[in-house]
């Protein structure tokens, strides 16, 4: 087995990319620092306020169930039309863009499912939603 008798030149490292973005870092430093420099300058003092954690997420939408029998539920509590208003409306002044979404039995009569929306918007509901079901097709071609 032969032996090596020469020595490897050591292996260069290539600092030009390094170089690259140093630069490029410096030069994004300092044009942020002039940018604060200018906005101190503002004679503006903003307001403060306490950290009250973060804001809470949107409610889920609202789901009134029409059924075949004329009940009308909220969120799977039996209310009147008039009780459905009420609720729907205080819901709305906690939430502005509250939604709601009903759902009638296909065999009820349809103008408790108008009952049921009339109300919401008399609560003043803009996000209202109808659930229905896809037919199946009887014959497949």
């Given at each position: 087995?032969?032996?090596?008798?020469?020595?490897?030149?050591?292996?260069?490292?290539?600092?030009?990319?390094?170089?690259?973005?140093?630069?490029?870092?410096?030069?994004?430093?300092?044009?942020?620092?002039?940018?604060?420099?200018?906005?101190?300058?503002?004679?503006?003092?903003?307001?403060?306020?306490?950290?009250?954690?973060?804001?809470?997420?949107?409610?889920?939408?609202?789901?009134?169930?029409?059924?075949?029998?004329?009940?009308?539920?909220?969120?799977?509590t039996p209310v009147t039309l008039d009780e459905l208003?009420?609720?729907?409306?205080?819901?709305?002044?906690?939430?502005?863009?509250?939604?709601?979404?009903?759902?009638?039995?296909?065999?009820?009569?349809?103008?408790?499912?108008?009952?049921?929306?009339?109300?919401?918007?008399?609560?003043?509901?803009?996000?209202?939603?109808?659930?229905?079901?896809?037919?199946?097709?009887?014959?497949?071609?």
């Open positions: 087995m032969p032996l090596k008798t020469q020595r490897d030149d050591e292996p260069t490292l290539n600092l030009t990319a390094m170089l690259d973005v140093m630069f490029l870092l410096i030069i994004f430093f300092m044009l942020g620092t002039r940018f604060v420099d200018e906005e101190r300058k503002i004679g503006l003092c903003v307001p403060e306020v306490a950290d009250r954690g973060t804001l809470t997420a949107a409610p889920a939408r609202k789901e009134v169930n029409v059924y075949r029998d004329g009940t009308i539920t909220l969120d799977k208003t009420a609720r729907l409306a205080a819901a709305r002044r906690q939430y502005s863009d509250l939604g709601v979404l009903v759902r009638g039995d296909s065999q009820g009569k349809f103008q408790r499912v108008a009952d049921a929306l009339n109300a919401c918007k008399q609560a003043g509901i803009e996000d209202l939603g109808i659930k229905v079901r896809l037919a199946r097709r009887a014959n497949k071609l």
